[in-house]
C-alpha cells in the first residue's frame, strides 16, 4: 500500500474511533482565531459559552493541535474534528467537497487539460470566530504548509505544487544546511504555484499532473487555518 493510501486509510480510522456526537458541522469548524471566548456568531439559543465544549476519549496528551504540525494519531484525530479541508471523503473513501463547491475534474473545467492547474471554487463558509473563509485564507494555509520555519512533518506531500520543495527546503539539511536571507525567502514563497484569482476562486499550478493532488487537499495538513 502507498503512503498517502495508507494516510488515508489511517485517518478514516482515527476519525471513526476517536468521533463524538453531533454533526460534521458541529465538531469541524476551522478556528477563527477567537479563542473560543467570542459567542457574537452564535444563534441565540446556544449553550453559555462555558458549554460550548467538545469531550474527546484520547489515548493521551498531544504535542500539537496545529494542523500543519500534527503528527500522531491523538493530535490528527482532534484537528480533523477542530479544523476543515478543501476536501473530504466519504465512507467509500472517495474525495468530495468540504469547504470546495465541487470536485474539480477536466469536465467541469476545475482541472486543465494538461492537467497542471486545479482551479478550486469555495462554498459560502465561515471560521468560527464568524469571518468568512475566503481563496487568500486557502493560499495562506497551503504556503504554511510549505513554510520551512514550520517545518511540518509532511510538507512534502505538497511536493507537486510549483515551487513547492524549493521553499520547503529553504534551508537545507542537517548534513548541508543553508541559510537564506529574509529577501530569498519570501522570493521562494511568491514563487509557490498558489493564487488567489478572487474572494472565492483558487488556481494552484503543479510541476506535473497529479492523480493523488486532490486527495493531498482532503488530509489534515491541508486544513485552511485563519490568517
Not at 469571518?131 to 511540518?152: F, H, N
Amino acid at each position: 500500500m502507498s503512503r498517502l493510501r495508507y494516510l488515508i486509510a489511517f485517518v478514516v480510522c482515527v476519525a471513526l474511533l476517536a468521533a463524538c456526537g453531533g454533526s460534521d458541522d458541529e465538531k469541524k469548524a476551522s478556528d477563527g482565531g477567537g479563542g473560543g471566548g467570542s459567542t457574537a456568531s452564535l444563534p441565540s439559543d446556544a449553550a453559555p459559552a462555558s458549554e460550548q465544549v467538545i469531550k474527546l476519549r484520547l489515548t493521551g496528551e498531544p504535542k500539537s493541535i496545529d494542523p500543519q504540525q500534527a503528527n500522531f494519531d491523538v493530535e490528527i484525530s482532534i484537528v480533523k474534528q477542530l479544523f476543515s479541508q478543501l476536501f473530504t471523503y466519504n465512507e467509500k473513501l472517495e474525495v468530495v467537497p468540504d469547504l470546495a463547491r465541487e470536485v474539480p475534474s477536466v469536465d467541469n473545467g476545475g482541472i486543465s487539460k494538461d492537467g497542471k492547474t486545479v482551479t478550486v471554487k469555495l462554498k459560502d463558509a465561515k471560521f468560527t470566530n464568524g469571518r468568512k473563509i475566503t481563496s487568500q485564507d486557502v493560499v495562506y494555509s497551503l504556503a504554511r504548509e510549505l513554510d520551512p520555519q514550520i517545518a511540518g512533518p509532511y510538507s512534502s506531500q505538497y511536493y507537486s505544487i510549483v515551487g513547492a520543495k524549493a521553499y520547503n527546503t529553504a534551508y537545507g539539511t542537517k548534513e548541508s544546511p543553508k541559510t537564506p536571507s529574509d529577501t530569498e525567502l519570501s522570493t521562494l514563497k511568491a514563487g509557490l504555484g498558489l493564487k488567489a484569482v478572487d474572494d472565492t476562486t483558487v488556481t494552484i499550478s503543479l510541476v506535473a499532473p497529479s492523480n493523488s493532488f486532490l486527495q493531498q487537499l482532503a488530509i489534515w495538513p491541508a486544513s485552511i487555518v485563519p490568517q
